[in-house]
């Protein structure tokens, strides 16, 4: 009796881990119109098939849901949607996590998430999430980027709290899906669902964390047959109006108006078009004092260059910035100024076709136009003007086709131009990228091939490559990857991307271990070794040279703890902090150690805070840098939170250029000091209104102790002459106070109070080194520039006027 019971249990145990491999069956039954009220009340609910038996994707993957947290789903459609039923049981439903947050933030609230693919390829999945609070988010999810959060698309959806927990109903139409034209659809599907006070997420088909492809392991809908890809074409025309005034400049009214387009071209792509796009609303960019060599990268706030833009970011060859940046210079004469340099090009037009086709190739173009610009320029002793071209009508390009296979694999071609009109630069860069795993996903080999053209006159061309290889084991606890890059001295993609550093080659080489369970300490564990090198491809001099250890935890409680160590060893030499026009010249930099935590409390709580302490030494006397990052947050309740952010920044001993181009061998011994404060503040009135308050000063100085003559060996001796007074002093100051209302799907009212002052910045010693001091001058009245503006979108769908 006793053998047959363990072989009855065995049997068991063994179906049911058989049966995560597999994937579960959910049938759709058609239906008549549905109103998207959470309620259910429709008879169609009472007998469409459900789906249920959720399993744990995080932290203890593989745990079956326990009966008081059961969910259910169901999936009904007609002629122009699919609907979701989801019944979400709490026995604590007073305990459920509901904050009221914008478009595509969770925040600390529970949410219900469905997956589809409507090819079935294991490719592509399009995510729909509603929180507990009504919030919707929506994004696409692929293999290799993850889920893209800038996809927006237009459904419906309603969510409501009950004695059992919470539900939640949702429309989404045909429109918002790609799918193909067969008459029998076989969709994959998955269900998901976060129980937020726990930090717990499950799925309705088991998704094993250990394989690396999580859209290969959904489940099948059947059912939904002889639909019929609906017209995806989308009007959004914009109207806005904008008040500007300052100390010397009273106020001036501006309208403005322009349209977006969207329009479904197949089954699988789309094409997005602007016609004189406005970008007045978007966010201020967060300046710093930046005394290296590289310009700062900037996040794109602008919503046409961040919305489903995920296939353009293959090969990291697009900076969308670049499109309307203004950094292109003209040349004066002595006792000349230029009377107004534009902040940014004027965009004319932009477009993007982007897609997948149910073969796995994805294509995506982009293509924009910036206008002629002229700038005038003042004589300061005759008090004549001139014009002269600032930057010419330019054509910006970006070609990708990649192609996926096996599930889990790619190989993309990817191309840059930029075509400036008359004899101004013009520049073209292709790359060939690939990412293979096994079928298994248990290794992986990955790289690219990068080759440059630059055309700045007819005799004088110039070409470069960029490339690397990397080959990784990709499952298990302990995994491994080793890796190598090679860059050309002429290797230039910065006309349509950002590239630092040139003509050096690397090699790296890592390790790492992680629990996939649950442990009696800890919800997560990570730990990585990894080590780097890297030479100058000339001289074949050590650039840089770094030994990483790092862990990584989560705790029962989900406070997340990291902490970790940094060690160079060995000099290293930097030829980019000369400025040399050629970057023969380079500095010695000594062996430095930085020791680095960072901790995050559960954001459950009411009261959480992130903190984030760096320290460094290096091998000089008094020679060290330091850092504190503090990030408390209160959230008053679920309508109410406040942010606020503390960065402080110290280099002591800092040695650096002077800056000074009439000497480029003159460098500083300096002290570096900075202080970033900045508040948000979000009030949400309801999950379509919501009034967001963001403030940030900024202020920064360097101070010059000891002038130094960099000689040819890198190293740096002591100049006695040079007496210039060359300290510098940045101060900067941005509020903005702005209310959104969505009053219709796919429609806004936006309404924006602005003030700022144009980052000051100035060289010398005649400054004050008092933070109150700095942050009166930044919000003085007369320094500050203020605008008022209101925008209208409005989203219109032509199957709605064709009805």
């Known amino acids: 009796m006793t053998n047959f019971r363990l072989l009855v249990v065995f049997s068991f145990a063994l179906f049911h881990l058989k049966s995560f491999g597999q994937k579960k069956v959910l049938r759709a039954i058609t239906s008549g119109n549905i109103t998207v009220d959470g309620?259910?009340?429709?008879?169609?609910?009472?007998?469409?098939?459900?789906?249920?038996?959720?399993?744990?994707?995080s932290p203890d993957n593989g745990k079956p849901i326990s009966k008081e947290k059961k969910t259910e789903v169901q999936i009904v459609y007609n002629d122009n949607a699919i609907y979701i039923a989801a019944k979400m049981y709490d026995d604590e439903p007073n305990k459920i996590l509901k904050e009221i947050t914008q478009r595509d933030n969770f925040g600390t609230a529970e949410n219900f998430g469905i997956f589809i693919n409507g090819f079935n390829d294991s490719q592509q999945d399009f995510r729909f999430y509603v929180s507990a609070a009504g919030v919707q988010a929506d994004c696409i999810f692929t293999n290799q980027n993850d889920e893209d959060f800038t996809w927006d698309a237009i459904w419906e959806s309603k969510a409501r709290m009950t004695d059992y927990?919470?539900?939640?109903?949702?429309?989404?139409?045909?429109?918002?899906?790609?799918?193909?034209?067969?008459?029998?659809?076989?969709?994959?599907?998955?269900?998901?669902?976060?129980?937020?006070?726990?930090?717990?997420?499950?799925?309705?088909?088991?998704?094993?964390?250990?394989?690396?492809?999580?859209?290969?392991?959904?489940?099948?809908?059947?059912?939904?047959?002889?639909?019929?890809?609906?017209?995806?074409?989308?009007?959004?025309?914009?109207?806005?109006?904008?008040?500007?005034?300052?100390?010397?400049?009273?106020?001036l009214g501006q309208f403005k108006g322009g349209l977006d387009i969207k329009y479904g071209i197949s089954d699988a792509f789309t094409l997005d078009a602007i016609l004189v796009p406005d970008f007045g609303q978007v966010k201020f960019d967060n300046v710093i004092l930046n005394l290296t060599p590289f310009e700062q990268q900037f996040t794109e706030n602008r919503p046409f260059f961040t919305e489903g833009t995920d296939l353009f970011q293959k090969g990291d060859l697009f900076y969308s910035r670049r499109i309307g940046e203004n950094n292109a210079s003209v040349q004066l004469n002595d006792d000349e100024e230029i009377v107004e340099n534009p902040n940014s090009i004027n965009l004319l037009n932009a477009l993007k076709i982007s897609g997948r086709s149910k073969s796995g190739l994805g294509v995506g173009v982009l293509n924009a136009i910036t206008e002629k610009t002229d700038v005038s320029i003042k004589d300061n002793n005759t008090n004549q003007t001139r014009t002269s071209l600032l930057e010419p009508l330019a054509n910006y390009n970006v070609l990708v086709l990649d192609q996926r296979f096996n599930q889990n694999s790619s190989v993309s071609f990817v191309n840059t131009n930029v075509t400036r009109n008359g004899e101004f630069r013009d520049a073209n860069v292709s790359a060939a990228v690939w990412d293979l795993n096994t079928k298994a996903n248990t290794y992986n080999i990955s790289g690219d091939f990068k080759y440059s053209f630059i055309n700045q006159s007819i005799a004088n061309n110039k070409t470069g490559i960029n490339t690397s290889l990397n080959l990784a084991e990709t499952s298990g606890k302990f995994r491994y990857g080793i890796g190598g890059k090679y860059i050309s001295k002429d290797f230039d993609s910065n006309d349509l991307g950002i590239l630092f550093q040139t003509h050096f080659h690397s090699l790296n080489a890592n390790v790492s271990y992680r629990i996939l369970n649950p442990t009696k300490k800890f919800n997560t564990f990570f730990t990585r070794l990894n080590l780097y090198s890297e030479f100058e491809n000339r001289t074949g001099l050590l650039q840089n040279g770094?030994?990483?250890?790092?862990?990584?935890?989560?705790?029962?409680?989900?406070?997340?703890l990291a902490y970790g160590i940094s060690a160079s060893p060995l000099k290293t030499n930097d030829f980019y902090e000369p400025r040399s026009f050629d970057d023969s010249k380079f500095l010695t930099n000594p062996e430095s150690i930085r020791f680095w935590t960072y901790f995050s409390s559960n954001f459950n709580r009411r009261f959480a805070v992130d903190l984030n302490a760096q320290y460094r030494i290096l091998n000089e006397k008094k020679r060290v840098n330091y850092r504190l990052l503090f990030n408390p947050r209160y959230r008053f309740n679920n309508h109410f939170t406040l942010v606020y952010e503390l960065d402080f920044l110290r280099q002591n001993n800092n040695v650096g250029s002077a800056q000074d181009f009439d000497d480029l061998s003159v460098f500083t011994r300096r002290d570096v000091i900075s202080y970033g404060n900045a508040l948000q503040g979000k009030y949400a009135l309801n999950h379509n209104m919501t009034f967001n308050l963001s403030i940030r000063h900024y202020w920064a100085y360097a101070k010059n102790r000891q002038f130094l003559t960099l000689i040819d060996d890198g190293s740096v001796v002591d100049n006695l002459t040079y007496n210039k007074n060359i300290d510098s002093n940045f101060n900067t100051?941005?509020?903005?106070?702005?209310?959104?209302?969505?009053?219709?799907?796919?429609?806004?009212?936006?309404v924006l109070y602005r003030n700022f002052n144009l980052s000051t910045f100035t060289q010398g010693t005649d400054f004050s080194k008092e933070l109150g001091r700095n942050f009166s001058d930044a919000i003085r009245n007369d320094n500050l520039d203020h605008i008022f503006s209101v925008s209208i979108r409005y989203f219109i769908d032509y199957n709605y006027l064709k009805r």
């Not at 259910?40 to 789906?51: H, L, R, S, T, V």
């Not at 219709?744 to 936006?750: M, N, V, Y």
């Open 39 to 57: 309620k259910f009340d429709e008879p169609i609910w009472d007998y469409a098939p459900i789906a249920t038996d959720f399993v744990m994707f």
């Open 546 to 560: 770094n030994i990483d250890l790092s862990i990584e935890t989560t705790s029962r409680k989900n406070d997340y």
């Open 165 to 251: 927990g919470w539900v939640v109903e949702m429309k989404i139409p045909y429109a918002a899906l790609r799918f193909s034209n067969k008459k029998q659809q076989t969709w994959g599907i998955n269900f998901y669902r976060e129980i937020r006070r726990d930090r717990q997420a499950y799925t309705w088909n088991f998704i094993d964390a250990t394989i690396d492809n999580e859209s290969a392991q959904s489940g099948i809908l059947e059912g939904v047959d002889d639909i019929e890809t609906a017209t995806r074409l989308f009007f959004i025309p914009y109207s806005s109006f904008y008040l500007n005034s300052n100390d010397s400049q009273k106020t």
């Open 733 to 750: 100051w941005n509020l903005d106070l702005s209310y959104t209302w969505w009053f219709a799907p796919g429609s806004q009212i936006s």
